[in-house]
């Protein structure tokens, strides 16, 4: 009889989650850890992944932190090394370092921003190359650079494990009227989201189908609308689209995610895990 407890159980392994000190990287590092991995919480705000990693420790949980651009090939490398470093090995690659301008004004204090949050005010045809180009280094380029970094101890240890952020901007287009608000200059999500999260769906196919006579599986999980602050106008409009008529608590993917990182899911790779509250399903 299969012992259901030891599916989700990760001790002995090893977690690196990028955008470890976001909104939903920290929970992912909590959940990951509190499942018994030893984490490595890697994000660009250095200062902001220690204060995650130390929070963890504080709860007799083991964790190291280390800043890293996703963008810089030789910081990638460093990430990795520092992995192995504290640790010995590497089995789970959590990529949810991103770009991603959203309403709540929270997320927007906690993390770096590399585009400037004007920009959510710039129209398509006027919208800056500049800032497409850098979304894409981050989105995509930068998950590039963790993979291509995370697979080789993953291959020589025979497995391994990747899980690539996507969203439910991946799969539909944003609705843009939920970002208006009357006699306000308008509000737009940027062309690069959805863009850049649905090339993170062919990267986890392609990924998937590369290695999967290695023993790495490779999966996406998106999210939808997670409540981090943002006002009543929103959170209105949002809910009224999503089949269960809410947004989502910033604990809610943690489920999702420990399911896709352990053997729980071992007969699963190459998919995309929709945890959106119903919002795609009409």
């Known amino acids: ?64 932190s280390v800043g890293v651009d996703v963008t810089d090939p030789a910081s990638v490398h460093n990430m990795v090394a520092e992995a192995l470093a504290a640790f010995g090995r590497l089995d789970i690659l959590v990529n949810s370092a991103a770009l991603d301008p959203k309403m709540d004004p929270e997320h927007l204090a906690e993390q770096p921003a590399r585009i400037p949050e004007e920009h959510n005010l710039t129209s398509f045809e006027h919208f800056p190359l500049e800032a497409w180009k850098q979304a894409l280094e981050v989105n995509l380029t930068g998950m590039f650079l963790c993979c291509q970094s995370a697979i080789p101890p993953m291959l020589a240890q025979g497995q391994g494990v990747i899980i690539n952020l ?38 986890t196919r392609y990924l998937a189908a590369y290695y999967g006579e290695q023993n790495i599986r490779v999966n996406a999980l998106s999210p939808g609308g997670v409540f981090n602050g943002h006002d009543d106008t929103f959170v209105q409009a949002y809910s009224a689209r999503a089949v269960l008529g809410r947004m989502a608590e910033k604990d809610e993917m943690n489920g999702a995610l420990l399911f896709l990182a352990s053997d729980a899911s071992a007969y699963m790779t190459g998919s995309n895990l929709v945890v959106d509250g119903g919002w795609t399903t009409w």
């Open 166 to 203: 996507s969203s439910i901007y991946g799969l539909a287009a944003p609705d843009q009227r939920l970002y208006t608000r009357p006699g306000q200059p308008p509000h737009y999500k940027p062309a690069y989201y959805p863009v850049t999260k649905a090339g993170v769906l062919g990267l």
């Open 1 to 64: 009889m299969t012992d259901l407890p030891k599916l989700f159980d990760l001790h002995s392994r090893v977690a690196v989650v990028t955008g470890g000190a976001g909104l939903l990287g920290s929970e992912f590092c909590l959940t990951l850890a509190q499942a018994g991995a030893q984490v490595m919480v890697a994000d660009l705000d250095g200062d902001g992944a220690a204060i995650t990693a130390a929070r963890l420790q504080q709860q007799g949980l083991s964790a190291h």
